[in-house]
């Protein structure tokens, strides 16, 4: 149990589909986070909520939509996906940031 | 702007050996540092983290870390790997005052020989 869960596991998609991705803390943190990691490249930031508010959108495609409801639930909505959008996207939280992150597991997103 | 460098793309030592995996950052103060490990499958985990005090920083699973001024370093070390320690090792560097987003490193694979 890593304290932050992500639901589904694992995600196979067409294009053409829409799907969300959910993430949920139970930390007590004021952050939340979405991250992409691609093989062979580094940590990607898609975005942050600070409070339930975004505070950053690292130039994600439009094709991404994030969602924080409360502070303990962030989701990912997903549609019209590109082949090149398959990746491990990891969730994570944090309380002031210098304490670390807690990773959930990750959604290993297939895009066919 | 502040950059982590993982020097090593890959590190292959023999069950029972000792480790050392390296970080290198460049920062004008002295940053918060962190290093996490992820199996395969699996999220980051935080092993440790170094705020200020003491340089030499013990962690999770028998890991610790040094950090050191002068080299802008923060190497992370075990002095004897378990076969079970194999994963990707990443070493963050977060800026003191103000941004609470951490610059990760593009991290170190370990391989670990019976």
Known sequence: ETGVTQTPRHLVMGMTNKKSLKCEQHLGHN????YKQSAKKPLELMFV???KEQTENNSVPSRFSPECPNSSHLFLHLHTLQPEDSALYLCASSQEGYYGYTFGSGTRLTVV | AQSVT???I???VSEGAS???RCN???GATPYLFWYVQSPGQGLQ???KYFSGDTLVQGIKGFEAEFKRSQSSFNLRK???HWSDAAEYFCAVLPSGGSYIPTFGRGTSLIVHP
């Open chain 2, 79 to 81: 002095p004897s790997v």
């Open chain 2, 46 to 48: 935080l092993l440790l």
């Open chain 2, 6 to 8: 993982q020097p090593d």
């Open chain 1, 49 to 51: 909520y600070n409070f």
């Open chain 2, 19 to 21: 480790l050392e995996l």
């Open chain 1, 31 to 34: 952050a939340m986070y979405w």
């Open chain 2, 25 to 27: 950052y460049s920062y």
């Open chain 2, 10 to 12: 890959h590190i292959t």
